[in-house]
């Protein structure tokens, strides 16, 4: 469901070190995807997803399953304030830990099964 929705994708950009507003396509798109199969959403991932919520929240919802979360800075752009988000480094940096232990875990196990 997640490929489905594209945020494979959000999460590789986002991996990368790349910002976004919220206003980007592949962002609406997870959005609007998400709102119109709000149903299978919620009977695949166990995610409600209200229709009157912003992308960035419902972004904000699948990186939360994921126990990732975004942190924010307000440049200012033409005189205004803009609202760019990224992932926050220590989640990220905590889960590439975590992945890290489990690959070790699995070569090990496959290392003691070839053995």
């Known amino acids: 469901m997640r490929h489905r929705l594209g945020l494979r994708v959000v999460l590789l950009d986002l991996m990368a070190g790349v910002e976004i507003k919220g206003d980007e396509a592949m962002i609406q798109a997870l959005a609007e995807f998400s709102k119109r199969n709000a149903s299978h959403v919620k009977g695949i991932l166990n995610l409600t997803i209200p229709l009157s919520e912003s ?61």
Do not use: H
């Not at 399953?65 to 905590?94: A, C, H, I």
């Open 55 to 115: 992308a960035l929240w419902i972004l904000g919802q699948y990186l939360s399953q994921l126990g990732l979360s975004t942190e924010s800075r307000r440049p200012m752009e033409d005189g205004q304030r803009v609202r760019y988000y990224r992932l926050n480094t220590e989640d990220v940096e905590f889960i590439q830990n975590v992945l890290d232990y489990r690959q070790r875990q699995r070569e090990e196990k496959e290392r003691k099964r070839q053995q």
